[in-house]
């Protein structure tokens, strides 16, 4: 069978990347068993690749809401948008809670002009300018111009005193991260030059993919008992992370729930924080 993927390509439809793909999401061989039987009679040549996830997230959700909302993470990153304000503080929690200490919506003046940090990130004696690069479009990739300028940036800024965390501080490197792709240019430019790279699959194993999973660091979005509007209630209430949400059911009042719909809710939030995925 020949699927469409999302760059309008014709290619093989690969079963064994299906499987991998629901595995990752923690369902186990039982579950992905049930969820291929259910599909794969609906499955068409010339299937589109967003089709075909539609029709898996549908099954997988039927089975197990946290495992259909790690499935559909990619999906939640670009429900942090449209502008990607929402991705930037998204990114500053993903920091903290792996020991960076961070500061967002800073003006810096460099050399020449004056600049905006999406986030500013500090671990030991190291200061990160941090260079969120938010897509809409979940297969866009960051072309080279991208790292060329933030590294014009990082420069700009550099060999300067700032009042940061409480004390003096210089930029000492700098990330650039984004929630779809990097070219091959980006990589080969940013890793001659030391700059930083995050993004959906890069680098590998230590991607955004892995670095969610293996933490528990969900963006509100994932959670699939609730709807858009009400996801997007509690980023305006600056709840980013499944995470808070587990450590303070407090935080749902906003959404007026009745108690059904909130033990359904935190239901889901508790299997996403406890259930360990495999690397």
């Not at 299937?47 to 993470?73: C, G, H, P, Q």
Request: charged share 25%; hydrophobic share 35%.
């Amino acid at each position: 069978m020949k699927i469409k993927n999302n760059a309008g390509e014709t290619v093989e439809f690969e079963i064994g990347k299906l499987e991998s793909s629901l595995r990752n999401s923690g369902a186990n061989n039982h579950s992905i068993k049930k969820v291929l039987q259910n599909i794969l009679p609906n499955c068409f040549d010339g299937i589109t690749t967003r089709e075909l996830y539609k029709m898996a997230f549908d099954e997988l959700k039927k089975i197990s809401n946290s495992a259909a909302a790690r499935y559909s993470l990619k999906k939640a990153l670009l429900e942090l948008g449209p502008a990607g304000f929402y991705f930037e503080q998204w990114i500053s929690r993903v920091f903290q809670n792996i020991g960076y200490k961070t500061e967002t919506g800073q003006l810096i003046k460099g050399h020449s002009v004056t600049h905006e940090a999406d986030v500013i990130a500090k671990k030991d004696d190291k200061t990160y300018w941090v260079e969120c690069k938010f897509r809409n479009a979940e297969d866009t990739k960051i072309s080279v111009t991208t790292p060329m300028y933030v590294l014009s940036r990082i420069k700009d800024i550099s060999n300067i005193q700032y009042n940061l965390f409480g004390t003096k501080t210089e930029f000492t490197d700098g990330w650039l991260i984004t929630n779809t792709y990097f070219t091959k240019d980006s990589v080969a430019f940013s890793e001659y030059y030391g700059l930083r790279l995050l993004s959906w699959d890069f680098p590998v194993n230590k991607s955004i993919k892995n670095l969610v999973d293996q933490n528990a660091l969900y963006p509100i979005t994932c959670l699939t008992t609730l709807d858009g509007k009400q996801k997007q209630k509690l980023l305006e209430n600056k709840c980013v992370l499944v995470k808070e949400l587990f450590n303070n059911q407090n935080l749902l009042n906003v959404l007026e729930l009745n108690q059904e719909k909130k033990s359904e809710v935190m239901k889901e939030a508790k299997e996403l924080m406890t259930t360990k995925i495999s690397e």
